[in-house]
């Protein structure tokens, strides 16, 4: 029997690594049945989802046709191939990993040339002295376009690159590049420099959903499952939980807390039961300002800060946000 959800994950590199350590860690272990070699796999107590193992920018271009449910890719590879993406993919989690900038880069020896602006003189320049157009090489084209269009660039034209965009002017075949880049260090060996107003997107890794797939009552049950232990884990990975006991206005301190610091009660006391104490849910980067709040408001008793595996909230905002692009 078929599963009823496809979702489709990168079939090698780094970004296979990461997104199965990422599903691991949600308690999702990706069981392949036929060896390392094939592309077809499922997750560990799921087994109405088929898992596929494609190419990072087939998982793009499946997304954008219906061909897959669910994909995880890189949000470059996404936006370049569904420009706008509204009612066609819905980008539904960031996971946190493989970061890239989308960057414009010229030769370091063109020192006056740091903006947008700059290459734009560039281009008018080189077009009236070599009567043709200078030469951006690129795998982006649709974003390339769309962003020099954004800055009033047009004097220029395109070469698709297949190979090592940032070895194209060294080569000769371009004067300028529009490639990925996360330190900064290959440009540098290749004597290019992004420019400074130059980041045509900043990706990472995203959970997205194709709003063109077939969105059936079991479809949308096995997502909410697998949504929801995402979603759990996002929260729990991105939380405190803190435990205090507050004996004085309780409910002041803890209107103070969600206003001031994002917190959320988890539970209380029982009622009369001063030894008992609260659970609160505090956001990480929040910690601190929490603590102070608690201090300020006369609580004396000591803080704990735990971490949690899971935290299974009423709402999930995952699955949320694939119902909203669903309805839309």
Not at 111 to 121: C, E, F, G, N, Q
Not at 183 to 195: M, R, V
Not at 231 to 241: D, I, L, N, W
Request: charged letters at 20%; hydrophobic letters at 45%; aromatic letters at 4%.
């Amino acid at each position: 029997m078929t599963a009823p959800l496809t979702l489709a994950i990168p079939s090698k590199g780094r970004l296979q690594e990461q997104v199965e350590r990422y599903f691991a860690d949600a308690g999702l272990a990706l069981v392949r049945s036929a060896g390392a070699r094939d592309y077809r796999a499922a997750l560990s107590g799921m087994a109405d989802i088929d898992v596929l193992l494609l190419s990072a920018s087939e998982i793009a271009s499946a997304l954008a046709v219906g061909d897959v449910h669910l994909g995880v890719t890189g949000e470059d590879l996404l936006r370049e191939t569904v420009p706008g993406l509204d009612g066609t993919v819905a980008l539904l989690q960031p996971l946190g990993f493989g970061f890239a900038d989308v960057a414009v880069a010229v030769p370091r020896a063109w020192i006056d040339v740091s903006t947008m602006a700059d290459l734009d003189d560039v281009c008018t320049a080189y077009h009236a002295r070599h009567h043709r157009r200078l030469r951006v090489a690129t795998k982006y084209v649709t974003l390339t376009r769309a962003f020099f269009a954004r800055h009033g660039v047009s004097d220029y034209r395109i070469v698709e690159s297949s190979g090592a965009t940032e070895g194209a002017p060294a080569a000769g075949t371009a004067e300028a590049i529009v490639d990925i880049t996360t330190t900064g260090a290959t440009l540098a060996a290749n004597d290019l420099k992004p420019l400074d107003d130059g980041t045509i997107l900043k990706s990472q890794a995203q959970l997205a959903a194709s709003l063109k797939a077939r969105w059936t009552k079991p479809v949308l049950a096995a997502a909410g499952r697998l949504l929801q232990r995402v979603a759990a884990r996002e929260t729990a990975r991105g939380s405190h939980v803190l435990r205090v006991r507050i004996e004085k206005k309780a409910q002041d301190v803890l209107a103070a807390l969600a206003e001031g610091a994002g917190c959320t009660v988890l539970t209380r006391p029982a009622k009369g039961n001063l030894a008992g104490g609260h659970a609160i849910l505090c956001p990480r980067d929040r910690l601190m300002d929490a603590v102070a709040i608690l201090r300020a408001r006369g609580v004396a008793a000591p803080v704990t800060a735990q971490d949690a595996d899971y935290v299974f909230a009423d709402g999930n905002p995952v699955l949320g946000r694939l119902t909203a692009a669903l309805k839309s």
